[in-house]
């Protein structure tokens, strides 16, 4: 650390990401990408804007919100574009949570949040899941907070019905709810519906995902034309052109791939349904995850244990060393290849 470095900063404990080691090359994994192509309409329209990159991109992000809010059913101003998601939550911890409004979110959750609250100065409550990794949603009611909930919930991959997300965002009407939606292309009924009743709920989602665009950066909320205000004064205020050329268009080009990318939403559901089945008959415990991983465990293998074990054969799988969880491993979803190969080893270890 400098001697220069903000003091409100100088105990910041950064999110990790998930590992990239280019030792080897490795069947990964790990951070939940897409094992399929990017959509190849959003590859060909991002080429076209690699040879534009002279000019800013557009600030309003018209076009990409023209197809969007087609796409989605909401109106342009019930929509924002971020530079991944993780983006748009950052904003809603800066816009929505103060002194007077901490955070809260389950305890075992996307370990972003707090970074972002810390890093915000924002006091968080973390509510104990129930022992089965499930949320109770009478947690949550009247909490008087800024309430993050990840649907499915992350790492677990379980997930709550739409009509209880519901309840939450009845229960809290003075408090926006924000509602990840990271996952809920892989089986997970979406709160969409929900902004347009209600003024306090916040849907985030991404195309890091299902839509095969980690590596672009391209995240969104929707939510009530306000809200969606207050989030673009926070984005004009620290980076207007907070999304690139070349992202703007694969966006637009991965709304049209819609076939492409339903279909490969379909196949990692029929693998995870599918290595469910392997990995019980190999012994392991899972949870009943909608996203594109698997979350489980062995009652006779470490979690820590096993994603060693799986690394030195080169596969890289998410281990948290966090309480309550540290005997699980996190696996994404890949070809039916890559599954062969991790089921191979992970027979072998055991
Ligand atoms: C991956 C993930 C995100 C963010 O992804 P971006 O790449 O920033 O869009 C947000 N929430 C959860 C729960 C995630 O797993």
Known sequence: ????????????????????????????????????????????LAALE???????????????????SRYFGVDKDELIFTNGSDEALYMAVMAFCDEGCGA?????????YPVICNMNCVEYEQIPLKDDLTIDIEDYYNLKKT??????????GIALKKSEIEEIVKYNPNNVVIVDEAYVDF????SLSLTKKYDNVLVVQTFSKSRGLAGGRLGFAIGNKELIKDLNTLRNSFNPYNVNRMTLAAGIGALMDDEYVEANCAKIIKTRNEMRDELKKLGFKMTDSKANFIFARHPDAKGEYLYKELKNRGILVRHFNSAGI???????????????ALLKELSDIL
């Open 147 to 156: 309430i993050f909930i990840a649907n499915p919930n992350a790492p677990t």
């Open 104 to 112: 809260a979110f389950p305890d075992i959750t996307y370990s972003f």
């Open 187 to 190: 089986g997970t009924e979406s």
């Open 326 to 340: 540290e005997d699980y491993v996190r696996i994404t979803i890949g070809t039916n290849e890559q599954m062969a």
């Open 1 to 44: 650390m400098s001697r220069f470095f903000n003091k409100k900063y100088i105990n910041l404990d950064p999110y990790t990401p998930g590992e990239q080691p280019k030792d080897m090359e490795y069947i990964k994994l790990n951070t939940n990408e897409s094992p399929f192509d990017t959509p190849p309409k959003a590859s060909e």
């Open 50 to 68: 690699a040879y534009k990159l002279r000019l800013y991109s557009d600030p309003e992000m018209r076009d990409l919100k023209d197809v969007a």
